[in-house]
């Protein structure tokens, strides 16, 4: 995994849920589990998703030499939408409550992070060439006088 490790899953999971949920055995380590990692890289294309309009999600998220920038608030969301996706994948009919819960608050936070209301500490904004930050694109389309 390369954004979140297992103690970031414990804190959302117990580790012995953890471990029969994706089938991992104790001694094997997290890494090695090909299951999680591409839950993992969903997870955090959907929050990519979310963050992109903001955040420089490159710098975030880059590719494997370099590591990632850990912020708590992305781990938690992360790790919680891991942990659902765990658990739904291998659940027979229905997902128990505390799991859609846990997977509902992230999107919740990932919707506050988009829409400004929440910030991310020491993650990087999105830049223009010259290091002055991207502002948003406003419009009005209102005609008050009803003309053309």
């Not at 209301?117 to 993650?123: G, I, P, Y």
Request: proline letters at 6%.
């Amino acid at each position: 995994m390369k954004y979140i490790n297992k103690d970031d899953l414990i804190s959302v999971i117990q580790e012995r849920l953890m471990t029969e949920t994706v089938a991992l055995s104790p001694e094997a380590p997290l890494n090695d589990n090909t299951i999680l990692n591409d839950i993992e890289d969903q997870a955090i294309d959907l929050v990519v998703s979310y963050i992109s309009g903001k955040y420089d999600y490159t710098r975030i998220f880059p590719d494997a030499p370099e590591t990632p920038i850990r912020n708590g608030i992305l781990v938690q969301i992360i790790a919680s939408i891991v942990v659902y996706r765990s658990v739904r994948r291998n659940a027979a009919r229905k997902v128990p409550e505390d799991y859609m819960q846990l997977y509902s608050d992230a999107l919740k936070q990932l919707e506050k992070i988009q829409s400004g209301a929440m910030k991310l500490v020491n993650c990087p904004l999105l830049a223009n060439d010259d290091g002055s930050p991207v502002s948003p694109v406003y419009g009005n389309n209102t005609n008050d006088n009803f003309f053309i």
